[in-house]
Nanobody, 125 residues
Framework: VQLVESGGGSVQAAGSLSLFCVAS??????MGWFRQTPGQQRESLAV??????????ADSMKGRFTITSALETAKPTVYLQIGSLKPEDTATYYC???????????????????WGQGTQVTVST
């Protein structure tokens, strides 16, 4: 299974950005977005059931982040829109997936066993 992220780059503070993740296979119960900065633990942003589009956001990420999915089970695609970007949003953003099926997707990264290579987002003032 391959997860390929795209859409990262450099952006000015207060701007917005959209990230994309395409999976090479389907059958995932949940997919999500996480981010990490050097020396820090991986941080949960939002997760989604790619089949029915039900999203769950990490408590601290509600408001500026929007996760959506394309309802195509063969090669599911997950998007993350980030608004009102701040310099502290600078990080490597990862897409992840799991074949586990839960009543509601969980946000903790330990439950996801397929990961993309990451895409860098740099926010400047």
């Amino acid at each position: 299974v391959q997860l390929v992220e795209s859409g990262g780059g450099s952006v000015q503070a207060a701007g917005s950005l959209s990230l994309f993740c395409v999976a090479s296979d389907g059958g995932f119960g949940c997919m999500g977005w996480f981010r990490q900065t050097p020396g820090q633990q991986r941080e949960s942003l939002a997760v989604i059931n790619p089949t029915d589009g039900r999203a769950v956001y990490a408590d601290s990420m509600k408001g500026r982040f929007t996760i959506t999915s394309a309802l195509e089970t063969a090669k599911p695609t997950v998007y993350l829109q980030i608004g009102s970007l701040k310099p502290e949003d600078t990080a490597t953003y990862y897409c992840a997936a799991t074949r586990s099926n839960w009543k509601s997707c969980v946000t903790h990264p330990d439950w996801y066993n397929y990961w993309g290579q990451g895409t860098q987002v740099t926010v400047s003032t």
